[in-house]
């Protein structure tokens, strides 16, 4: 069945979104000035870059193992890894931008839910090649391709755990002193992304940085975007449309914005 969601969010999107230059808080101005906006040219952009470029001609078969809620293009389980190259991974846009935030931001840790083909992971870790990044994916040779692109690219600063996330999340947040930046980018069904919104709550702090991906995927991911920007403890909000942006700066007033991009 035809899913009509994020095409009709995203008109909705184009017309109620502002610009820079119609944001007012100080604290997002700086953000999307410094930040969001900055199309400067950075040398990790073209290594990854060249990377995807590889995976898109990869032609061998792999078998995807999905404990999400599928695919918008095709839920056929065997698939070249150029196909999951061209439709699975963020695109250069999205995945510099992450890798920007995360700059940004400099976590102790980040954490990752849906390592995909290793594309983002990668621009994660780039960001600072001291920071741990913790990468959890659903199938393992999805995860197997990963770990070859990350090796490529001379990275070690990066685990990629393989596994059910319901198993492996909460792990993980025991163990962690804080969850200071995490990017969830898998399962987009509604009850798992706001349980593991939930669970990465516990650590969450003034300095903490949860990134959504896919908030306008279906009806679904917008009621969990909803619930997740009404929490109490969620003061910021930025939604530009492909992913969220979700902050919990005591003494910030609660504010919703909706950035173009």
């Given at each position: 069945?035809?899913?009509?969601?994020?095409?009709?969010?995203?008109?909705?999107?184009?017309?109620?979104?502002?610009?820079?230059?119609?944001?007012?808080?100080?604290?997002?101005?700086?953000?999307?000035?410094?930040?969001?906006?900055?199309?400067?040219?950075?040398?990790?952009?073209?290594?990854?870059?060249?990377?995807?470029?590889?995976?898109?001609?990869?032609?061998?078969?792999?078998?995807?193992?999905?404990?999400?809620?599928?695919?918008?293009?095709?839920?056929?389980?065997?698939?070249?890894?150029?196909?999951?190259?061209?439709?699975?991974?963020?695109?250069?846009?999205?995945?510099?931008?992450?890798?920007?935030?995360?700059?940004?931001?400099?976590?102790?840790?980040?954490?990752?839910?849906?390592?995909?083909?290793?594309?983002?992971?990668?621009?994660?870790?780039?960001?600072?090649?001291?920071?741990?990044?913790?990468?959890?994916?659903?199938?393992?040779?999805?995860?197997?391709?990963?770990?070859?692109?990350?090796?490529?690219?001379?990275?070690?600063?990066?685990?990629?755990?393989?596994?059910?996330?319901?198993?492996?999340?909460?792990?993980?947040?025991?163990?962690?002193?804080?969850?200071?930046?995490?990017?969830?980018?898998?399962?987009?069904?509604?009850?798992?992304?706001?349980?593991?919104?939930?669970?990465?709550?516990?650590?969450?702090?003034?300095?903490?940085?949860?990134?959504?991906?896919?908030?306008?995927?279906?009806?679904?991911?917008?009621?969990?975007?909803e619930e997740i920007k009404n929490h109490p403890r969620v003061t910021v909000t930025i939604d530009?449309?492909?992913?969220?942006?979700?902050?919990?700066?005591?003494?910030?007033?609660?504010?919703?914005?909706?950035?173009?991009?």
């Amino acid at each position: 069945m035809f899913n009509s969601t994020p095409y009709k969010s995203y008109v909705k999107h184009l017309l109620t979104a502002n610009t820079l230059h119609g944001t007012h808080s100080p604290f997002v101005y700086n953000l999307i000035n410094n930040v969001i906006y900055d199309k400067s040219a950075q040398d990790v952009y073209d290594e990854i870059e060249n990377q995807r470029k590889k995976l898109l001609a990869d032609e061998r078969v792999i078998t995807i193992t999905d404990l999400g809620a599928g695919s918008l293009y095709s839920n056929n389980k065997q698939k070249k890894v150029k196909e999951v190259a061209d439709k699975a991974l963020k695109g250069p846009k999205w995945a510099q931008l992450i890798h920007r935030l995360a700059k940004w931001r400099q976590p102790k840790q980040i954490l990752e839910l849906g390592t995909c083909l290793g594309i983002t992971t990668s621009y994660l870790a780039k960001a600072n090649t001291n920071t741990p990044v913790i990468s959890i994916e659903g199938c393992p040779q999805t995860a197997a391709i990963a770990r070859q692109s990350i090796d490529s690219l001379n990275i070690n600063n990066v685990s990629v755990k393989v596994g059910n996330f319901d198993d492996l999340l909460p792990e993980e947040v025991k163990i962690s002193e804080q969850m200071a930046f995490v990017y969830f980018d898998g399962n987009h069904r509604k009850d798992a992304t706001l349980n593991y919104f939930y669970a990465c709550l516990e650590k969450a702090d003034d300095d903490s940085l949860f990134i959504f991906d896919d908030i306008h995927w279906s009806k679904g991911m917008e009621e969990a975007w909803e619930e997740i920007k009404n929490h109490p403890r969620v003061t910021v909000t930025i939604d530009l449309y492909s992913i969220g942006l979700v902050f919990f700066k005591k003494g910030q007033e609660k504010e919703h914005f909706r950035i173009k991009y």
